[in-house]
């Protein structure tokens, strides 16, 4: 069994080094070797066949446009379903704040709103999802799981395999740059 996940790594790892040296052939077959079970897996985070082949086939051309960076050592496996599980919850994110946004507005008046009013919301939302998308990565992940995903710190730590300092190390980061970079948002909500 330990020769066959040693061949099965050796393998990729070739068809890392062509597709890094553009062999178009290696990339069909690290793509068709990955793409089903990819789109199995990011259905599970979706529940939308067709938003799953897409955040594959967004993956996958990551994969090709940045393939001179490729790092022929790398476990693409891993590397693959990191990668989908990212853009999955990238894309769970923005339709939830997306809805609380929506939701917000519903609730805050029954008349109408005002085009200054559509255009304001869609400003703030558009604002905090930039102020979100400029965190690195980790830190990225590590807020999105606990404040969009409602996961604990302890799990957080258990999933991503890191120490619970670290991770409110991380936290706290997110939240002091978020607070900065909205902090003429937090001022025009404090008047409703």
């Not at 086939?57 to 990212?86: C, D, H, M």
């Not at 980790?138 to 395999?161: G, H």
Request: hydrophobic share 40%; charged share 25%; proline share 3%.
């Amino acid at each position: 069994m330990t020769e066959t996940i040693s061949e099965q790594l050796s393998s990729d790892h070739q068809l890392i080094f062509r597709i890094k040296n553009g062999d178009a052939t290696a990339f069909k077959v690290l793509f068709f070797t990955y793409c089903k079970p990819l789109i199995h897996f990011a259905h599970r985070f979706t529940h939308d066949v067709h938003l799953a082949e897409d955040l594959v086939q967004e993956v996958f051309l990551k994969i090709w446009s940045n393939r001179k960076g490729l790092n022929p050592q790398l476990n693409i496996k891993s590397y693959l379903y990191t990668a989908v599980k990212n853009q999955a919850l990238k894309q769970i994110r923005h339709q939830q704040l997306k809805h609380k946004v929506e939701e917000k507005l519903q609730h805050a008046t029954l008349q109408t709103p005002t085009p200054e009013e559509i255009f304001n919301s869609n400003e703030i939302e558009s604002t905090v999802m930039e102020a979100i998308e400029e965190l690195p990565e980790r830190c990225r992940l590590i807020f999105s799981m606990n404040r969009f995903d409602r996961l604990t710190y302890s799990e957080i730590a258990e999933i991503l395999e890191l120490s619970i300092k670290t991770i409110e190390t991380q936290m706290g980061r997110a939240l002091r740059h978020l607070r900065k970079r909205l902090s003429h948002l937090l001022q025009i909500t404090v008047l409703f």
